[in-house]
């Protein structure tokens, strides 16, 4: 299955075409990732929304914010003039999220988890988080503890040889 989620940043404002039979709307526009590495280039990648996406995305959206991609990659062949075959990598979007919002946060390092402490909880705040699996079935037997396995003697040797 095809299918990706991108962070990025629209360089290039969504432009809106038409097919030729002028009956859906399609928007293209370029995104860009920041480098892996100090010195590399930042990556770009064409983005194309069809049909009320596309009509949205172009009305919505503009150069300069950050968004979260959901779609499918391709990679297109494109013959050049000056003799030699381009490989140019598209994704065709199938959601757009803005990502202005939680950006910043998903780049910073989660908080750790905290259990809750016991003085902090109510009794009715205790009773609600116990669950009907603690509590035994009334019509399966309860069954003791079995009894712990006594521990090997010293010379006792598991190899069978």
């Known amino acids: 299955m095809n299918n990706c989620m991108l962070l990025a940043e629209i360089v290039q404002a969504p432009q809106l075409r038409y097919t030729s039979d002028n009956q859906t709307p399609v928007a293209e526009f370029w995104v860009e990732f920041p480098p892996l590495k100090e010195n590399d280039p930042a990556a770009k990648?064409?983005?194309?929304?069809w049909g009320n996406l596309g009509q949205e995305v172009q009305a919505n959206y503009q150069a300069g914010q950050r968004v979260l991609?959901?779609?499918?990659?391709?990679?297109?062949?494109?013959?050049?003039p000056e003799g030699?075959?381009?490989k140019q990598v598209e994704m065709t979007l199938q959601?757009?999220?803005?990502?202005?919002?939680f950006s910043t946060m998903a780049m910073a390092a989660p908080a750790p988890?905290?259990?809750?402490?016991?003085?902090?909880?109510?009794?009715?705040?205790?009773?609600?988080?116990v669950t009907p699996a603690a509590a035994p079935s009334p019509?399966?037997?309860?069954?003791?503890?079995?009894?712990?396995?006594?521990?090997?003697?010293?010379?006792?040797?598991?190899i069978p040889f």
């Open 84 to 86: 030699f075959k381009e």
């Open 139 to 158: 019509r399966t037997p309860v069954t003791p503890p079995a009894a712990a396995a006594p521990a090997p003697s010293p010379n006792y040797d598991d």
């Open 113 to 129: 988890l905290t259990p809750p402490t016991a003085s902090s909880a109510t009794p009715a705040a205790a009773a609600a988080t």
């Open 69 to 80: 991609l959901e779609g499918r990659l391709a990679m297109n062949v494109i013959d050049r």
């Open 95 to 101: 959601r757009l999220y803005d990502a202005g919002a």
């Open 45 to 49: 990648l064409k983005v194309v929304a």
